[in-house]
């Protein structure tokens, strides 16, 4: 039915119950009206009645017309009149007999001595009487009538009931109009929109409606879009790509790439760090994305195979997301993948993250000469929290056929060995983020050996650098009983072999899409951040860490301090801004760190700020990546001074950045990132002088050599992005073939109840 008839029809309904419903109502009301008019006869009869007889009695018509003519004009009332026993008027209001039709309807009344009142018609219209007999005390000698106009009772309330009606209809009618104007104009709006974003005439970002009513709608429609968006911006790179025999990989190329290696396999992800987190904001609960390049990664490959990702917990509203198995779809506003939680209690925490992984693996693995803290009590906790991730992920791949599992970074080392004796068809990886150490620094650990085997449970092993392969292959020949395959890289332990390979983690670069700023808009922003700043300077420099003992934080504050000794024209000229958000506070070594960042900052300002200036600006707080990239795209240059690093996203994320080809990028030699950025100034940065010297070089070199320098880095970094990571990664797992072998595994089942026999599998390296 076409819209304009149901609204008609609405109308004539509303109209319909609105009749009904008044003329109901204005038929108790007339008998309401009535009946008080009854009353109020009544009332002034009664109270009349002895005056009246009293008159009767002594004979007095003077005394009589007097009394009626008091009842004159008044409002709503008739008049009155006094018959004798023989219903003749002795007295009665002037007019009053003139408007009856003969003589008044009373004469029953009064012959049968009773009071009474009554409706009758008159020439005047519609009237009420009410009698009253009169007696002397013996006999009945007159009657008092009491009349009243009865006729404006109909007309007032009729009168009211369809003005009612009619304003019921006006309301009725005027918010049909309104409801037609607010929803009409905007659904028009958005119809017009999604015609020309269809037709490629339209932005994502549109004039939607701002009433709240139409959020919900806005919100789909704004996914819609975007997706169509995507899929419409993806199917044109891959054109360009195809036309220009480019290799620059997208998310768009991962999952077609990953779909057809998979071939129908499902994969698991297991970190630390879950993708997304819901907290509570108020009395709502919103959900948000911490900040990781993982997700960036892995997003399109878990989407691509409907994947379950498997993490800790780490939202405060996160149960009151989730199933009674902690799972939930997510992205939570376009569903595509799963996401399983897992919780730890506050003793796992401490014992598993903050203990075993962070005052124990993490400083030993990064040789930042700190002191590597080993407890027993943390050792159990990070054992039974891998056994309760294992069991979480044998949950999941239950029922699975040669399902893909990848653990990520240092949490869990023993996962591996874990998964693969329960289902010993799946192919299991684990990618180890940090640095792998040299053999005799790993000795340190009481438990290397049982850290070792969990991982080789794994088919294949992933670092970001070959000399990290190294150091694991030789740290597993001195520690464990295997054999080491050095032209394959590969261990073979307990009949299960091990490939060990380099995948050098990257950035989500964004080709050439994003057109550098315009040098006005450059300039704008680049003031806005010295006026945020609260400092005037010429060259600015930049440093985006966590606040990290690894991350060389003080070393490169003091090359501030021996720059300005070494050349004071930079005084009141240069300023570098360090981003250090706070990172692992339980810990004192870090509390310590702080402090002395701040100390640091504090007494080399002390010693060189001018009014308006300072060398050194420390924002101390968490910065999101859209805050950052403003910094990124203004700095003269970027200082990545790590004293060990596995790889270090922050160079590359700088390097992207630029779409302007500008700036100058300080790296030390300690980080992954310098084996791939070698346009960058490549230092030590445990020397103060070098790091001095490679700023002054930055921030004076031609205008030529710096663009040919971040031209040369921003290929690097363009073929090989954190896509082509994750389908090399990723698409090296899913081709190893699995055979059946012969084994003699004897393992305890990580759930309780029994397991179902599985086949024995190993692996074939393909050659």
Same mark, same amino acid.
């Given at each position: 039915m076409h819209l304009s008839y149901r609204l008609v029809l609405l109308l004539s309904g509303v109209a319909a119950i609105s009749v009904v419903f008044a003329t109901y109502q204005a038929i108790g009301e007339t008998r309401g009206l009535e009946r008080d008019l009854q009353r109020q006869a009544v009332v002034i009869a009664e109270s009349q009645q002895k005056s009246v007889e009293q008159t009767l009695q002594s004979s007095a018509p003077d005394d009589l017309q007097t009394f009626v003519d008091r009842f004159q004009n008044h409002h709503g009332l008739a008049g009155v009149a006094v018959f004798n026993a023989n219903g003749e008027p002795l007295a009665i209001t002037p007019g009053l007999e003139s408007r009856f039709f003969g003589t008044p309807p009373m004469w029953q009344t009064m012959l049968e001595g009773q009071n009474g009142g009554k409706f009758f018609s008159a020439r005047s219209g519609r009237m009420h009487v009410y009698s009253l007999p009169l007696s002397n005390g013996e006999r009945v000698v007159g009657t008092l009538g009491v009349f009243h106009d009865a006729g404006s009772i109909a007309a007032t309330v009729w009168l009211h009931a369809i003005t009612n009606v009619v304003e019921t209809l006006l309301v009725v009618?005027? /918010?049909?109009?309104?409801?037609?104007?607010? +929803?009409?104009?905007?659904?028009?709006?958005?119809?017009?929109?999604?015609?020309?974003?269809? /037709?490629?005439?339209?932005?994502? =970002?549109?004039?939607?409606?701002? &009433?709240?009513?139409?959020?919900?709608?806005?919100?789909?429609?704004?996914?819609?879009?975007?997706?169509?968006?995507?899929?419409? @911006?993806?199917?044109?790179?891959?054109?360009?790509?195809?036309?220009? *025999? +480019? %290799? +620059?990989?997208? #998310?768009?190329?991962?999952?077609?790439?990953?779909?057809?290696?998979?071939?129908?396999? $499902?994969?698991?992800?297991? *970190? =630390?760090?879950?993708?997304?987190?819901?907290?509570?904001?108020?009395?709502?609960?919103?959900? %948000?994305?911490?900040?990781?390049?993982?997700?960036? @990664?892995?997003?399109?490959?878990?989407?691509?195979?409907?994947?379950?990702?498997?993490?800790?917990?780490?939202?405060?509203?996160?149960?009151?997301?989730?199933?009674?198995?902690?799972?939930? $779809?997510?992205? #939570?506003?376009?569903?595509?993948?799963?996401? !399983?939680?897992?919780?730890? *209690?506050?003793?796992?925490?401490?014992?598993?993250?903050?203990?075993?992984?962070?005052?124990?693996?993490?400083?030993?693995?990064?040789? @930042?000469? =700190?002191?590597?803290?080993? !407890?027993? &009590?943390?050792?159990?906790?990070?054992?039974?929290? =891998?056994?309760?991730?294992?069991?979480?992920?044998?949950?999941?791949? &239950?029922?699975?056929?040669?399902?893909?599992?990848?653990?990520?970074?240092?949490?869990?080392?023993? +996962?591996?060995?874990?998964?693969? &004796?329960?289902?010993?068809?799946? $192919?299991?990886a684990i990618f180890w983020h940090i640095p792998w150490p040299n053999a005799e620094a790993f000795g340190i650990c009481p438990w290397q050996r049982e850290l070792l085997d969990g991982m080789l449970g794994a088919d294949l092993i992933g670092f970001h650098i070959q000399a990290h392969c190294n150091n694991f292959l030789e740290t597993v020949d001195q520690a464990l009983e295997s054999r080491i395959n050095w032209e394959h890289f590969a261990v073979n332990r307990k009949q299960h072999v091990t490939a060990v390979r380099p995948f050098p983690i990257s950035v989500a670069f964004n080709g050439d899409g994003a057109a550098p700023l315009s040098a006005e808009a450059s300039s704008s922003e680049r003031a806005a951040l010295l006026r945020e700043l609260g400092v005037d300077a010429t060259y600015l420099g930049l440093g985006v860490d966590r606040v990290d003992y690894t991350k060389g934080i003080p070393e490169r504050l003091r090359a501030i301090e021996r720059l300005l000794d070494q050349h004071p024209g930079y005084r009141g000229k240069l300023t570098f801004v360090q981003i250090g958000a706070p990172s692992r506070g339980q810990i004192k070594r870090y509390q310590d760190l702080m402090t002395e960042v701040v100390q640091e900052t504090e007494r080399i300002n002390q010693r060189f700020k001018t009014n308006g200036w300072k060398p050194i600006v420390f924002l101390n707080h968490h910065h999101s990546h859209e805050q950052i990239q403003p910094y990124y795209r203004q700095a003269d240059f970027c200082m990545v001074t790590s004293l060990h690093d596995g790889m270090n996203l922050v160079a590359k994320e700088y390097v992207a950045a630029r779409h302007d080809e500008k700036g100058a990028l300080i790296l030390s030699r300690f980080t992954g990132a310098s084996r791939e950025l070698t346009d960058a100034f490549i230092i030590n940065p445990y020397d103060a002088d070098e790091l001095a010297q490679a700023i002054h070089s930055a921030v004076s070199m031609p205008e030529e050599e710096a663009s040919a320098r971040m031209r040369r880095m921003r290929a690097v970094v363009k073929e090989n992005n954190v896509y082509r990571w994750a389908e090399n990664l990723v698409g090296e797992l899913a081709g190893i073939r699995l055979e059946p072998v012969a084994s003699t595994k004897g393992n305890l089942p990580l759930v309780k109840g029994p397991t179902k026999p599985q086949p024995e599998y190993g692996m074939r390296i393909a050659g």
């Open positions: 009618a005027a /918010t049909l109009l309104i409801v037609v104007w607010s +929803l009409g104009r905007p659904l028009r709006r958005i119809t017009e929109w999604l015609h020309d974003l269809r /037709t490629g005439q339209a932005s994502v =970002n549109g004039e939607f409606p701002k &009433e709240e009513m139409f959020l919900p709608l806005t919100t789909e429609v704004k996914q819609l879009a975007t997706s169509l968006n995507e899929a419409r @911006a993806a199917a044109q790179e891959e054109a360009r790509l195809r036309d220009a *025999s +480019l %290799s +620059l990989w997208t #998310p768009e190329r991962l999952r077609v790439s990953v779909q057809s290696k998979l071939k129908g396999s $499902r994969l698991f992800v297991v *970190s =630390n760090r879950e993708p997304y987190e819901h907290n509570y904001q108020g009395s709502s609960i919103v959900w %948000s994305v911490p900040p990781s390049g993982l997700v960036t @990664a892995l997003e399109p490959v878990l989407r691509a195979c409907d994947g379950t990702w498997i993490a800790q917990a780490s939202g405060k509203a996160d149960r009151e997301t989730v199933d009674e198995r902690g799972r939930l $779809r997510v992205p #939570p506003d376009h569903h595509q993948y799963s996401l !399983r939680r897992v919780w730890l *209690s506050q003793e796992e925490e401490e014992g598993f993250y903050v203990g075993f992984a962070n005052e124990g693996l993490w400083p030993l693995c990064h040789i @930042a000469h =700190n002191r590597p803290l080993f !407890r027993a &009590e943390d050792w159990s906790y990070y054992r039974d929290v =891998n056994r309760k991730f294992a069991a979480a992920v044998l949950d999941e791949i &239950e029922g699975e056929r040669e399902p893909i599992v990848l653990a990520q970074d240092y949490h869990f080392a023993l +996962l591996p060995r874990m998964i693969k &004796e329960q289902r010993p068809d799946a $192919r299991v």
